[in-house]
């Protein structure tokens, strides 16, 4: 604010003089002019030349005063820019292993994990699970148990400070992180979508996709049904001047651009929003559209998908409090039965 209002009275100051200083210059070159026609020095249509020359020399040098400026603007951003560019990432984007095949069994050993920037908190304190490839599994816990920091760990954003992450016996530090996340398809809460239309958003998930492939993807995510009743199908534009999609439907075209490169591990963060009825059934549709049974990572707060799911796991403060189906949890794990009590949507 200080900064724009610096810059407002430095420009109209500069503005208020030079137009001043023109105007006096003008007058002054009329009357100068005006006194040498009187003493027959020098003719009208010379006098009326000179000012129209004089007007647009002026106004070159006033544009390229500004271009100038602007000049200088674009330096400066192109300085933060490379700066940027040439930062090095403390976490590898590329290097390592890539397997031939991907099962997507997981095994977390012994994990511990602090964030850099939180030094006195334990994100995760001690976790160990194995997890089946094909398995469903949804992690429930009140917020700030350590749900988000699993998946982190899982996408490599960051390493264990102790302990071990394994896909199909492989630590992730071996693993090549780019590769890595091509085989994990993520669908985040709040889905990202783009101005474009709803074919592009899809595509997003792999550019070379054909049509027949992305129709295929809207068809698994159950989004097809939608997109169909839209004006122009698949090449409708969404955002700003395109139609507007409701939670559920944003959700369901996340998906189908995760499945669009069927991966092995596929991580499903589901809506919190309670009054989102459509979303209700966002992560059914998603499990019954995957027939080709990947690994699949749920963060649950609905009721309706703890029991559908393989496997639940409970988290509380960084710790696994208990593991297990949704039937024999209620029984074991008193934290579950209270979280199922207020209908998990309020963690
Ligand atoms: P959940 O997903 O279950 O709500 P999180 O995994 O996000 O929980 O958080 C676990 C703990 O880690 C919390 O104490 C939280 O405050 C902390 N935490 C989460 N993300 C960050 C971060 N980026 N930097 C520092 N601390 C974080």
Not at 121 to 150: H, M, P, Q
Request: with cysteine.
């Amino acid at each position: 604010m200080a900064l724009a209002r610096r810059k407002t009275l430095a420009t109209s100051t500069l503005g208020g003089l030079s137009f001043t200083f023109g105007q006096c210059a003008a007058l002054l070159g009329i009357w100068a002019g005006g006194n040498l026609i009187v003493r027959g020095q020098l003719t009208s249509g010379a006098l009326i030349s000179f000012v129209l020359y004089a007007f647009l020399v002026g106004r070159g040098f006033r544009n390229a005063t500004a271009f100038y400026a602007d000049a200088l603007r674009g330096i400066g951003a192109t300085q933060w820019i490379f700066a940027m560019l040439e930062r090095v990432p403390e976490m590898p984007t590329e290097g390592g292993r890539r397997l031939a095949q991907v099962a997507g069994a997981l095994d977390l050993e012994g994990v511990r994990f602090t964030y850099p920037t939180r030094p006195d908190v334990r994100a995760l304190d001690g976790i160990d699970l194995k997890i089946r490839s094909g398995e469903v599994v949804a992690f429930v816990g009140r917020s700030g148990a350590g749900k988000s920091t699993i998946l982190n760990l899982l996408l490599r954003f960051y390493d264990p400070t102790e302990g071990r992450v394994v896909l199909d016996g492989h630590d992730l530090r071996e693993l090549d992180p780019s590769w890595l996340r091509q085989q994990i398809g993520v669908v985040l809460q709040e889905p990202v979508l783009f101005s474009g239309s709803v074919a592009d958003n899809i595509r997003y998930g792999r550019a070379e996709a054909n049509d027949r492939e992305v129709a295929a993807a809207a068809e698994l995510a159950a989004a097809s049904e939608f997109i169909e009743r839209f004006p122009s199908g698949f090449h409708t534009a969404i955002g700003d001047r395109g139609v507007q999609l409701s939670g559920g439907q944003r959700q369901r075209l996340a998906i189908a651009r995760a499945v669009l490169r069927r991966p092995s591990l596929l991580i499903l963060d589901e809506a919190t929003s309670a009054l989102d009825s459509e979303s209700e059934s966002f992560v059914h549709d998603a499990l019954r559209a995957l027939d080709y049974g990947p690994t699949t990572l749920v963060i649950a707060h609905r009721l309706s998908t703890v029991v559908n799911v393989n496997r639940v796991v409970v988290l509380d403060r960084g710790r696994i409090v208990g593991v297990g189906p949704h039937d024999e949890l209620l029984q074991t794990c008193p934290l579950y039965r209270q979280l199922v009590e207020s209908q998990l949507v309020a963690v």
